[in-house]
C-alpha cells in the first residue's frame, strides 16, 4: 500500500568520483564533500534520494573508501530515507562485477537499473515504486557508447498518471550537451530515452543542466557532486538538485543545492617562448609566493604546455624491441662510467609491473608507476 501526499520531495545527485584525484588532500576534501551532502540530505527530510552513476571512480574501489562510504549511506537507512542508484560508466565493468551488487545485497542502496528481455531480444524495463508514490526505473551507463543497444531494443510501457514517474540514466545526450561537449558525438540523443516519465534523472555530463522535453517532463543534470578534474575545479561548484513534485500540476521545481566546503583562486600566469623551465619556476612561484601559506591545495594546469628545446634522442627505433628502445634511451643520457650500474637498475625496473588497471585513471597509473621507479632507485 503506498501513501500518497500532494508533493514529493527527493535529492538527485551524480558524479561523485570518489578515490579520483591523486592528490590526497583532494581526496579527502571529496569524501568532506560527500558527508556534508548526506548530513543535509537527512536535514531536508527528502522522501528518497536518487544517485544517477558514478559514486566511486572505478568499478572495484579500495575496500577501506568503500567502508567509509557505507557508514555515511547507512546514516540515510537509519533516517528511513531509500537510496535509488544506477551504476555509471566508472561504476561499469566489462567483467560485470561492481560495488553496487555487494552493497545491493546488503541493503545499503536499491539499483533501478534492472531490465529483463522479452519478445526476441527487446528489453522491457523494471520499475520500483517508492512509498511516496514515486514509480522509479533506469538503464545503467556504460563505456563507449555501449548501453546505445539497450535503448534502442527499448520495448513499449504504459505508464500511470497516479505515479510519480522518474527515469535514471547516465550517458550524455548528443542533442543536450553543453558547449564544452560540442566536438564529441554521443550514441544517444534524448528519441532513445523511454517516453512518458515525468523527470529524467541524468548523470555522466559534469555541469548543471534543466530542460523541458516532451511538453510538461523536466530532463536534469545535477552536475558533479564534486570537480573531478582542473577545468571542473576552476568552473564549477559542488550541488546536487532538490526536487518538489506536484502531483495536482504534475511540475517537477529543481533548487540547487551548493556544498560550501572549499573557496578557490585561479591564477593565470603567461610564459614566454623563450621561457626556460628554470625561469619559468621561478616566475610561477613568484606570482603564487603570497597565497602559499594559506592554500590547502595548489594545482597546476600544463595542458599544451611545451617547449622548443625538448631533446629527442637521434636514433633508429623501427622494428626494435621495448626492451631495447628503453636501454637506448637510458644509456644515451648516463656517464659511461656508471653504465653498468645504471643498465641493472633498469633491468630490475623492466620486471616490475606497469600495466594499467582496469578503470584506473591515466594520473593514477602514472603515480603508481613513479612510485615504483622511486622505490628501485632507493633499494640501489
Known amino acids: 500500500m503506498f501513501i500518497m501526499s500532494k508533493t514529493i520531495r527527493f535529492a538527485h545527485l551524480a558524479d561523485l568520483h570518489l578515490g579520483g584525484w591523486r592528490e590526497k588532500n583532494l581526496t579527502h576534501l571529496n569524501f568532506i564533500t ?46 528511513e530515507i531509500p537510496l535509488y542508484v544506477i551504476g555509471g560508466s566508472h561504476d561499469y565493468s566489462f567483467t560485470g562485477k561492481s560495488y553496487i551488487d555487494l552493497l545491493e545485497s546488503a ?50 510501457h504504459t505508464l500511470s498518471k497516479e505515479n510519480f514517474n522518474i527515469f535514471v540514466f547516465h550517458t550524455t545526450l548528443d542533442d543536450i550537451k553543453p558547449d564544452f561537449l560540442k566536438h564529441s558525438k554521443s550514441e544517444v540523443n534524448s528519441s532513445y530515452l523511454p517516453q512518458g516519465f515525468d523527470y529524467y534523472a541524468g548523470g555522466h555530463v559534469h555541469t548543471h543542466i534543466e530542460k523541458k522535453i516532451n511538453n510538461n517532463s523536466i530532463l536534469s543534470y545535477p552536475g558533479p557532486l564534486f570537480p573531478n ?35 578557490k583562486i585561479h591564477i593565470k600566469i603567461e610564459l614566454s617562448e623563450n621561457s ?57 643520457y648516463l656517464n659511461e662510467e656508471n653504465e653498468q650500474e645504471h ?25 603508481r608507476v613513479i612510485n615504483s621507479i622511486e622505490k628501485s632507485l632507493k633499494e640501489n
Open 229 to 263: 578534474n582542473f577545468l571542473e575545479m576552476k568552473n564549477e561548484q559542488p550541488s546536487f538538485n532538490l526536487c518538489e513534485f506536484d502531483f495536482e500540476t504534475r511540475d517537477t521545481k529543481i533548487k540547487r543545492v551548493y556544498l560550501k566546503t572549499y573557496e
Open 34 to 79: 560527500f558527508q556534508k551532502t548526506i548530513a543535509k540530505i537527512i536535514e531536508e527530510k527528502v522522501d528518497f534520494v536518487i544517485f544517477a552513476g558514478d559514486i566511486f571512480n572505478n568499478a572495484l574501489p579500495p575496500i577501506e573508501l568503500v567502508n567509509s562510504v557505507v557508514k555515511e549511506l547507512m546514516k540515510l537507512k537509519k533516517a
Open 276 to 332: 626556460t623551465p628554470t625561469s619559468a619556476k621561478s616566475q610561477i612561484y613568484e606570482k603564487i609566493s603570497s597565497y602559499q601559506s594559506g592554500a590547502f591545495q595548489i594545482l597546476k594546469n600544463t595542458y599544451k604546455l611545451t617547449t622548443i628545446n625538448t631533446l629527442t634522442p637521434e636514433m633508429s627505433i623501427e622494428n626494435d624491441s621495448v626492451e631495447n628502445i628503453e636501454h637506448a634511451l637510458i644509456s644515451k
Open 343 to 367: 643498465i641493472q637498475i633498469m633491468k630490475k625496473m623492466l620486471k616490475s609491473e606497469f600495466s594499467k588497471i582496469d578503470g584506473e585513471k591515466i594520473s593514477q597509473f602514472e603515480e
Open 107 to 156: 541493503h545499503v542502496l536499491i539499483d533501478v537499473s534492472k531490465y529483463k528481455l522479452v519478445d526476441k531480444e527487446k528489453i522491457a524495463l523494471e520499475f520500483f515504486k517508492d512509498n511516496s508514490g514515486a514509480n522509479i526505473s533506469g538503464i545503467l551507463g556504460k563505456k563507449n557508447g555501449l548501453d546505445k543497444n539497450i535503448y534502442s531494443n527499448l520495448n513499449s
